[in-house]
């Protein structure tokens, strides 16, 4: 039976981009393995705002003042991007020293607004309903199916009512990950619960379908599906998502 779901705005690929690390190597698994993953096959954060990532900050800034989290910072992109606009930021990523560069130059009331973390999920620990929104960018191709559930049940506790979850994710579209579509979607056709797990040739790779129904589950609804390619390597698509807590 095809699954159903309720209708979300979707919008088309975004295909500016430009080409950069390839990526290559087997992925180590784990959050914390982050580093070395985005070192050795350059799946790391943006060397700019991707479109998912720029509505996190626009939403951060329209409530100026309030804290958000950027779940695996990295460089501190998304985290920069939130602090100019009048957030305060919880940064998180298993290696800090990718941030440090960007906080020496910040001013001493910019960092003031900076809570950095060393964090891995799904064991991350965030208080309840004190977040006006959430960045995970390009995080759950680390995480095994049970762990991003575990994360998505996290966040939406953390997350207070009037708050936004924004995710993106790596997947199989795109010339990159060809071979393996059509092993995906016999896995989707014999209805596998989650039909890009990860193996010692690719990391986790998911579709807003698989996404959609985990975020259903943990109690959001579907705002905005986006889709655009890696800026440095478009053979790459990645999907993003705004979610919202469903209230009951």
Not at 36 to 44: I, R
Not at 167 to 172: A, G, K, N
Not at 219 to 242: R, T
């Amino acid at each position: 039976m095809p699954l159903s779901f309720p209708a979300t705005r979707r919008v088309q690929p975004d295909r500016h981009g430009s080409a950069g690390l390839q990526p290559s190597g087997n992925p180590p698994s784990g959050f914390a393995a982050c580093t070395g993953l985005a070192a050795c096959t350059g799946l790391g954060m943006s060397p700019r705002l991707d479109p998912l990532t720029h509505r996190f900050a626009m939403w951060a800034g329209r409530r100026y003042g309030t804290t958000c989290a950027d779940i695996g910072c990295g460089a501190g992109i998304a985290t920069a991007a939130a602090l100019v606009r009048g957030a305060r930021v919880i940064a998180v990523d298993p290696d800090t020293t990718q941030i440090q560069p960007l906080l020496a130059q910040l001013s001493v009331q910019d960092y003031a607004r900076v809570d950095l973390r060393t964090g891995a999920l799904p064991a991350l620990k965030l208080a309840p309903s004190s977040l006006t929104s959430i960045h995970v960018a390009r995080v759950f191709h680390l995480l095994d199916g049970p762990d991003i559930r575990e994360c998505l049940r996290r966040f939406a506790d953390a997350l207070r009512k009037d708050g936004k979850l924004f995710i993106s994710v790596l997947t199989p579209e795109g010339d990159y990950w060809s071979k393996f579509r059509q092993d995906y979607e016999r896995r989707c056709a014999f209805n596998e619960t989650w039909p890009g797990a990860a193996d010692s040739r690719r990391p986790h790779l998911l579709d807003e379908h698989v996404l959609e129904r985990e975020l259903t589950l943990a109690g959001f609804g579907v705002e905005e599906f986006l889709s655009f390619p890696l800026a440095w390597d478009p053979s790459q698509i990645c999907c993003g998502v705004v979610a919202i807590p469903q209230i009951c």
